[in-house]
């Protein structure tokens, strides 16, 4: 069955400097996400891509936050200058169409700051 | 608004057990409930969803019951299984906002043998 991949599995960086987050959705999916899940609490969306672009972002999504797709197979979430708060678990999820049934999320990349 | 409500926060079920988890929504814009199941140290996996013109759903052991006027949905496990022990997820989207979930806050199942 196909996957969502997402490097690295666990991500220790000190606060300030940038992290990027790497994610390979599946093939022929055209929609996009990232979530997080602080420890204990529950899944929160970030932003959603689509064609290219950001279709939508939380409020949580903020300047020092952005997502790329390099190079048709990628999809990456920078977080430039890392805070405490930033240490959660983060999510992947990709669609073939704009509704939920084809959502299918990777298993994540713990992010810890230090 | 965009608030979804889940309870209880940990539920404890014998094997053979019927599992009960509640979940409340305050935006009646919402039209998609799914809910989520997720295993420590993977990603949620969609377990079973409704769309609120119909006030049930059943797919195996696992059943969602959902009440418009109430807006309130709720997922059933008949004949729980320790296999079925994990973390699960209610969740509401609205078409028209790329179908973003806003999740409840997760409820802890343990289904001992």
């Known amino acids: 069955e196909p996957e969502v991949t997402q490097t690295p599995s666990h991500q220790v960086t000190q606060m300030g400097q940038e992290v990027i987050l790497r994610c390979v959705p599946i093939s022929n999916h055209l929609y996009f996400y990232w979530y997080r899940q602080i420890l204990g609490q529950k899944v929160e969306f970030l932003v959603s891509f689509y064609n290219n672009e950001i279709s939508e972002k939380s409020e949580i999504f903020d300047d020092q936050f952005s997502v790329e797709r390099p190079d048709g197979s990628n999809f990456t979430l920078k977080i430039r200058s890392t805070k405490l708060e930033d240490s959660a678990m983060y999510f992947c999820?990709?669609?073939?169409?704009?509704?939920?049934?084809?959502?299918?999320f990777g298993s994540g990349t713990r992010l810890t700051v230090v | 608004q965009q608030q979804v409500k889940q309870s209880p926060q940990s539920l404890i079920v014998q094997k053979g057990g019927i599992s009960i988890i509640n979940c409340a929504y305050e935006n009646t814009a919402f039209d998609y409930f799914p809910w989520y199941q997720q295993f420590p140290g993977k990603g949620p996996a969609l377990l079973i969803a409704?769309?609120?013109?119909?006030s049930e759903k059943k797919e195996g052991r696992f059943t969602i019951s959902f009440n418009k006027s109430a807006k309130q949905f709720s997922l059933h496990i008949m004949d729980s299984q320790p296999g079925d022990s994990a973390t699960y997820f209610c969740?509401?989207?609205?078409?028209?906002?790329?179908?973003?979930?806003?999740f409840g806050k997760g409820t802890l199942l343990t289904v001992n043998p």
């Open positions: 969740a509401a989207s609205l078409e028209g906002s790329n179908y973003k979930l806003t």
């Open positions: 999820a990709s669609s073939p169409f704009s509704i939920p049934n084809g959502y299918t």
């Open positions: 409704i769309r609120p013109d119909v």
